[in-house]
């Protein structure tokens, strides 16, 4: 998946470590978006940058932060990673001119 | 919550026969978004429908957004093995700023 690059791949953090997950597109999208994907939930937004420089807040950020470093890059950071944050993590931007989203290859994080 | 309802939750067939499923929502929909995510993998999108009561095909796959556009199907004719996976919908939804929510998803597992 050429448009959107994740890094790691997967990851195991004790309760309470941070680490940041890295996104990167090379589309020059303005718009990127970090989701989590638990079972029977499908993808919810944890956060998101309609353009460099402006963040918000999508429909569950507690416990994250993220940073929009430049129009290629979007991070997402773990401060303090809990048990709960065990899940799938995507980062996707849009498609040009199709509407839909382009999601990288995701992060597979686990907190023990 | 999820507030685009997706069913089934699962669902097993036999190859070779016929496989729905249905999304649907509280509210008038702007578009409706369909994507499949393979076993391991990340969502790819397939299509939006946009018109009220349009109905698209990708080869065995058929789309259709409903008259009132508060749902929409996605019907695979004849399964085979390569179908296999999650098939989710998303929708813009003003009450999460117009950002994309995504159903919960139906997996289909295929027997041969």
């Known amino acids: 998946n050429a448009g959107v690059t994740q890094t790691p791949k997967f990851q195991v953090l004790k309760t309470g470590q941070s680490m940041t997950l890295q996104c990167a597109q090379d589309m020059n999208h303005n718009s990127m978006y970090w989701y989590r994907q638990d079972p029977g939930m499908g993808l919810r937004l944890i956060y998101y940058?309609?353009?460099?420089?402006?963040?918000d807040k999508g429909e569950v950020p507690n416990g994250y932060n993220v940073s929009r470093l430049n129009k290629r890059e979007f991070s997402l950071r773990l401060e303090s990673a809990a048990p709960s944050q065990t899940s799938v993590y995507f980062c996707a931007c849009p498609l040009q001119g199709a509407g839909g989203y382009t999601f990288g290859s995701g992060t597979r994080l686990t907190v023990v | 919550g999820q507030q685009v309802m997706q069913i089934p939750q699962y669902q097993h067939v036999q190859e070779g026969e016929d496989f729905t499923t249905y999304c649907n929502s509280s509210?008038?929909?702007?578009?409706i978004q369909w994507y499949k995510q393979r076993p391991g993998g990340h969502p790819v999108f397939l299509i939006q429908l946009v018109k009220s009561g349009e109905v698209k095909k990708q080869k065995r796959l058929t789309f259709q957004f409903g008259e009132a556009k508060k749902n929409s199907s996605l019907h695979i004719t004849a399964t085979q093995t390569t179908d296999v996976g999650t098939y989710f919908c998303?929708?813009?939804?003003?009450?999460?700023?117009?950002?994309?929510?995504f159903g919960a998803g139906t997996i289909l597992r295929v027997k041969s």
């Open positions: 998303a929708a813009f939804l003003m009450e999460y700023g117009n950002k994309l929510v």
């Open positions: 509210t008038t929909l702007s578009n």
């Open positions: 940058s309609a353009s460099e420089g402006t963040t």
